[in-house]
């Protein structure tokens, strides 16, 4: 006899979960629902901290930034590029208008709250990523 799990959707129906996959960690057999499994994901994270991130990042984002950000999320907790669509989707993201690399600050005036998918959009259309 086989189970399935099921998630249940804003509209109330159950839809089927996605199967569990190995880890992507080589030699890992656990199985995970996200890329890694647990231990693996935190080890993954802090090698790209190390490695991967530019160190200026650090200096220029540091935990007062994350103090800010979490103050301007409180009271501003939706996209506002999706808000002003009518649409209400939950801050991901919180953007510089002006970059701190071109002279912008953290001051609520240049920052903006932004879902990940508003946020990709503004970095392709200025040519960032």
Known sequence: MMYTLYTIDEGGEQMPRKPKQPCAYPGCPTLSEERYCERHRKLMEKNYEKYSRDPAVHKKY????????????????FCE???????????????????????????????????R?????????????
């Open 62 to 77: 540091g935990r007062a930034w994350k103090r800010i950000r979490d103050n301007y999320v409180k009271t501003h907790p």
């Open 81 to 115: 590029r999706c808000f002003a669509n009518g649409i209400l989707v939950p801050v991901e993201e919180v953007h510089h208008k002006v970059p701190i690399s071109q002279g912008g600050t953290h001051d609520p005036s240049n920052l903006m709250s932004l879902c």
């Open 117 to 129: 998918s508003c946020h990709n959009k503004i970095h392709h259309e200025i040519g960032d990523r």
